[in-house]
T-cell receptor, first 112, second 117 residues
């Protein structure tokens, strides 16, 4: 299994500002994944973060808006840049072990 | 096309009763896995149960069982003896391609379960 510590758990931010979400895993993993869950919706994959290379973004998500860092095999950050109320969502990081996905506790972001 | 369909946006069940949450999926990959996750209001995603496409028997985990009907491409979650703490969103998910790296998880739209006292 994998234990993932994600922070902050929630935040209320002003529009136009940026928020960086951190994810720490208790073991080394090749890839880490970032999801967005808009209110009342399912999970949508934002990007896949590999250590030592640029993240791979899904359609509809761009690096300028959601820059990702992956400095080592146990840590990653996602930044939500120049926020607008439409960015209000739960953001989750995830890793995969033995074919199962493990998730952080999620970051509930509200942009006002 | 939707790969995961959950036709019940909301369900109610009486405490101590059993409930079935529906999930149908679409894939042409012979190797895949089906998962159910629970998301309480706190937002975390809690793994409940897994069924592999080659598994002969239906998966069970405590009060959770998965009714896997491969020919119909359905993977319904059955929760027995519902408890108030079971009230949450439930997501069915599929991962295709056992030998592929990368998270090819696809999540359904979810079912909100409310357990009534």
């Amino acid at each position: 299994s994998a234990v993932i510590s994600q922070k902050p758990s929630r935040d209320i931010c002003q529009r136009g500002t940026s928020l960086t979400i951190q994810c720490q895993v208790d073991s080394q993993v090749t890839m880490m994944f970032w999801y967005r869950q808009q209110p009342g919706q399912s999970l949508t994959l934002i990007a896949t973060a590999n250590q030592g290379s640029e993240a791979t973004y899904e359609s509809g998500f761009v690096i300028d808006k959601f820059p990702i860092s992956r400095p080592n095999l146990t840590f990653s950050t996602l930044t939500v840049s120049n926020m607008s109320p439409e960015d209000s969502s739960i953001y989750l990081c995830s890793v995969e072990k033995a074919w199962e996905a493990f998730f952080g506790q999620g970051t509930r972001l509200t942009v006002v | 096309a939707q790969k995961i369909t959950q036709t019940q946006p909301g369900m109610f069940v009486q405490e101590k009763e059993a409930v079935t949450l529906d999930c149908t999926y679409d894939t042409s990959d012979p190797s895949y896995g089906l998962f159910w996750y629970k998301q309480p209001s706190s937002g975390e995603m809690i793994f409940l149960i897994y069924q592999g496409s080659y598994d002969q028997q239906n998966a069970t985990e405590g009060r959770y069982s998965l009714n896997f009907q491969k020919a119909r491409k359905s993977a319904n979650l059955v929760i027995s003896a519902s408890q108030l703490g079971d009230s949450a969103m439930y997501f069915c998910a599929m991962r295709e391609g056992k030998d592929n790296y990368g998270q090819n998880f696809v999540f359904g739209p979810g079912t909100r379960l409310s357990v009534l006292p």
